[in-house]
T-cell receptor, first 113, second 115 residues
Framework: AQKVTQAQTEISVVEKEDVTLDCVYETRDTTYYLFWYKQPPSGELVFLIRRNSFDEQNEISGRYSWNFQKSTSSFNFTITASQVVDSAVYFCALSAVDYKLSFGAGTTVTVRA | GAVVSQHPSWVICKSGTSVKIECRSLDFQATTMFWYRQFPKQSLMLMATSNEGSKATYEQGVEKDKFLINHASLTLSTLTVTSAHPEDSSFYIC???????????FGPGTRLTVT
């Protein structure tokens, strides 16, 4: 069985501060994928990134960056120079051999102007 | 590409009635579709997995007779909430998966309110 833990329930920052969201996962499968999604107040899930278990390279996309470390089973997400539009709930998720997605509890990010 | 639609976006129904929610993959054929339920301030919980032409597989604790899933084609899956009760009020989200892909494409969700 898969498990994803997002220990931070809520994070509140002032605009331009950096925000790091933690994600720790558990799986017995050797092949798996990790995802991050953003859910704004409208409710629609926005895909941010997919990373497979064999690719530990960190990734940067604009103000977003991800740090994947298999040794600690973590896939953390950093928003640099946060903006009010980044306010949303962010979910980390894992998919393994059964293709089912297991979501973490989510972290609510509030960016204040 | 890889667009998934849901209809309706929101629905209000009376207790005891049934409601059908449609999930369509608009520009690809989906081997598998998934249905999730999300209560306010909670995470997405997988309800069931449906494959075209076969019976849906329900997660533990989900009543298969209450949440009827039909996956009649590679582009359409429907979720029918039968004899709805106020506790069924929730945000229902579907997703679709391409053959041999780990990625799921999500619909915009349907907000169900049972009065």
């Amino acid at each position: 069985a898969q498990k994803v833990t997002q220990a931070q329930t809520e994070i509140s920052v002032v605009e331009k501060e950096d925000v790091t969201l933690d994600c720790v996962y558990e799986t017995r499968d050797t092949t798996y994928y990790l995802f991050w999604y953003k859910q704004p107040p409208s409710g629609e899930l926005v895909f941010l990134i997919r990373r497979n278990s064999f690719d530990e390279q960190n990734e940067i996309s604009g103000r977003y960056s991800w740090n994947f470390q298999k040794s600690t089973s973590s896939f953390n997400f950093t928003i640099t120079a946060s903006q009010v539009v980044d306010s949303a709930v962010y979910f980390c998720a894992l998919s393994a051999v059964d293709y089912k997605l297991s979501f973490g509890a989510g972290t609510t990010v509030t960016v204040r102007a | 590409g890889a667009v998934v639609s849901q209809h309706p976006s929101w629905v209000i129904c009376k207790s005891g009635t049934s409601v059908k929610i449609e999930c369509r993959s608009l520009d690809f054929q989906a081997t598998t579709m998934f249905w999730y339920r999300q209560f306010p301030k909670q995470s997405l919980m997988l309800m069931a997995t449906s494959n075209e032409g076969s019976k849906a597989t329900y997660e533990q604790g989900v009543e298969k007779d209450k949440f009827l899933i039909n996956h009649a084609s590679l582009t359409l899956s429907t979720l029918t909430v039968t004899s709805a009760h106020p506790e069924d009020s929730s945000f229902y989200i579907c997703s679709a998966r391409l053959f041999f892909s780990y990625e799921q494409y999500f619909g915009p969700g349907t907000r169900l309110t049972v009065t």
